[in-house]
Protein backbone atom coordinates (compact mmCIF):
# COMPACT_ATOMS: atom_id res chain seq x y z
CA UNK A 1 0.00 0.00 0.00
CA UNK A 2 2.71 2.62 0.80
CA UNK A 3 4.58 1.58 -2.52
CA UNK A 4 1.03 3.09 -4.40
CA UNK A 5 0.96 6.15 -2.17
CA UNK A 6 4.91 7.15 -3.23
CA UNK A 7 3.71 5.95 -7.30
CA UNK A 8 0.86 8.96 -6.91
CA UNK A 9 3.50 11.63 -5.46
CA UNK A 10 4.91 13.40 -8.75
CA UNK A 11 9.26 12.18 -9.01
CA UNK A 12 9.82 16.37 -8.12
CA UNK A 13 7.83 15.78 -4.76
CA UNK A 14 9.20 12.49 -3.44
CA UNK A 15 12.38 13.44 -3.23
CA UNK A 16 13.35 9.48 -2.46
CA UNK A 17 12.66 6.76 -0.45
CA UNK A 18 14.22 8.57 2.81
CA UNK A 19 12.85 11.93 2.06
CA UNK A 20 8.59 12.27 2.12
CA UNK A 21 7.09 14.90 -0.08
CA UNK A 22 6.82 16.95 3.37
CA UNK A 23 10.30 17.93 3.41
CA UNK A 24 10.42 18.88 -0.58
CA UNK A 25 7.04 21.26 0.15
CA UNK A 26 9.33 22.75 3.27
CA UNK A 27 11.88 23.49 0.63
CA UNK A 28 9.55 25.11 -2.13
CA UNK A 29 7.97 27.17 1.10
CA UNK A 30 10.99 28.23 2.12
CA UNK A 31 12.11 29.42 -1.57
CA UNK A 32 8.91 31.03 -2.40
CA UNK A 33 7.49 33.81 -0.26
CA UNK A 34 4.25 34.28 -0.70
CA UNK A 35 1.11 32.04 -0.82
CA UNK A 36 0.68 32.84 -4.76
CA UNK A 37 4.47 31.94 -5.56
CA UNK A 38 4.26 28.44 -3.10
CA UNK A 39 1.18 27.28 -4.97
CA UNK A 40 2.32 28.18 -8.36
CA UNK A 41 5.46 26.26 -7.33
CA UNK A 42 3.94 23.22 -5.92
CA UNK A 43 1.18 23.03 -8.85
CA UNK A 44 4.48 23.25 -11.51
CA UNK A 45 5.56 19.82 -9.74
CA UNK A 46 2.56 18.30 -11.43
CA UNK A 47 0.85 17.50 -7.98
CA UNK A 48 -2.15 17.75 -9.47
CA UNK A 49 -1.62 17.37 -13.20
CA UNK A 50 0.47 20.70 -15.43
CA UNK A 51 -2.82 21.94 -16.57
CA UNK A 52 -3.96 23.04 -13.17
CA UNK A 53 -0.74 24.93 -13.13
CA UNK A 54 -1.32 27.25 -16.31
CA UNK A 55 -4.77 28.19 -14.22
CA UNK A 56 -4.39 31.96 -13.14
CA UNK A 57 -7.90 31.76 -11.13
CA UNK A 58 -7.13 27.91 -9.71
CA UNK A 59 -3.66 28.57 -8.25
CA UNK A 60 -4.84 32.16 -6.63
CA UNK A 61 -7.59 29.41 -5.08
CA UNK A 62 -5.26 27.32 -4.01
CA UNK A 63 -3.07 30.62 -2.84
CA UNK A 64 -6.15 31.49 -0.70
CA UNK A 65 -6.95 28.39 1.20
CA UNK A 66 -2.67 28.19 2.01
CA UNK A 67 -3.74 31.29 4.07
CA UNK A 68 -6.77 30.63 5.44
CA UNK A 69 -4.78 26.84 6.67
CA UNK A 70 -1.94 28.53 8.31
CA UNK A 71 -3.59 31.50 9.89
CA UNK A 72 -7.25 29.75 10.82
CA UNK A 73 -6.85 26.07 10.95
CA UNK A 74 -7.83 23.46 9.29
CA UNK A 75 -11.61 23.55 10.31
CA UNK A 76 -12.29 26.93 9.18
CA UNK A 77 -10.44 26.14 5.62
CA UNK A 78 -12.91 23.05 5.15
CA UNK A 79 -15.66 25.21 6.17
CA UNK A 80 -14.58 27.59 3.60
CA UNK A 81 -14.37 24.86 1.12
CA UNK A 82 -17.57 23.83 2.13
CA UNK A 83 -19.21 27.09 0.97
CA UNK A 84 -17.46 27.44 -1.92
CA UNK A 85 -18.68 28.15 -5.30
CA UNK A 86 -17.68 25.03 -7.95
CA UNK A 87 -15.11 26.32 -10.62
CA UNK A 88 -14.98 25.42 -13.99
CA UNK A 89 -12.01 24.61 -15.39
CA UNK A 90 -11.69 25.25 -18.93
CA UNK A 91 -10.42 22.25 -21.05
Keep these: MRRTAHRLRPRSLRG ?12 LAATHTGSTAFAQAV ?33 TAAAEANQASPVTIPA
Design 43 to 75: LDTGLLGRELAGQPDFVARVAEFRDILTAQGPA
Design 16 to 27: GDERPARTALAG
